[in-house]
C-alpha cells in the first residue's frame, strides 16, 4: 500500500475562519459534506497511491519542477464562488483565486509536465485554482446552492505564497488528514 499523494498551495491558518464564514452560508442547504476549513488548499496536482519507493525521486523532480516555472513568492487573494462540473450537475462547491491564479498555473503546469513524464496519469480537465468548500453527496440543497453561487461573491482574504508542498492524505474515520511529507520554495 503506497501513499496517498497530492501537491498543493495551503491557506495559512489565519483563513481558516474566513473559509468556514463562507462555508456557513451553505448550511442549510442538505447534501453538501463540507471540507475542514482548518486543512483548506489549492490542490495543483493529485497523484493517488504512490509505492514507497517513488517518493524520493518524485520529491527530485517536484523540486525542479518549482524550479522550473520560474515563481517568485506572490500573493494570492482567494475569493468568488465557483462548482464543478455545472450548476446543473453540482458535485464541488468552490472558492476560486482571484489573484494569484497565474502563478498558480505556472506551477502546475512544470508539475504536471514532469509528474506525467514519471507516469503519473495526466489531468483530464483544464486546471481551475480552487479551495473546495464541500463536496455534494445529493441533491437535497442544490437548488439553494445555486442561488448563493449566483448571488454571492465572497472575500476569503490574501495571502502569501511562499512554498509549495508535497501533501500525503490518510482517510481516518473523521475524514482525511494531511501531513507534509516535503517543501518546496518559490
Known sequence: ???????????????????????????????????????????????GDTDEDRVEPLVDELAA????????????TYGGL???PSLDYISVVWVGAEEGGGEMTRLHEAIEERTTAMGFEAEAHEFTPHV???????AGGKELVQGL????????????????RLEESD????????STVESFEL
Open 1 to 47: 500500500m503506497g501513499k496517498r499523494l497530492f501537491v498543493s498551495v495551503d491557506l495559512p491558518d489565519g483563513l481558516a475562519d474566513d473559509v468556514e464564514a463562507v462555508q456557513d452560508e451553505f448550511r442549510d442547504a442538505s447534501g453538501l459534506n463540507f471540507t475542514d476549513p482548518g486543512q483548506a488548499h489549492v490542490t495543483l496536482k493529485f497523484l
Open 65 to 76: 519542477a518549482v524550479d522550473d516555472a520560474g515563481v517568485d513568492p506572490f500573493e494570492v
Open 132 to 138: 473546495t468548500l464541500a463536496r455534494m453527496e445529493h
Open 149 to 164: 453561487v449566483r448571488e454571492r461573491d465572497p472575500t476569503v482574504g490574501t495571502t502569501e505564497v511562499i512554498e509549495v
Open 82 to 84: 465557483g462548482v464543478f
Open 171 to 178: 482517510l481516518g474515520p473523521d475524514g482525511p488528514e494531511y
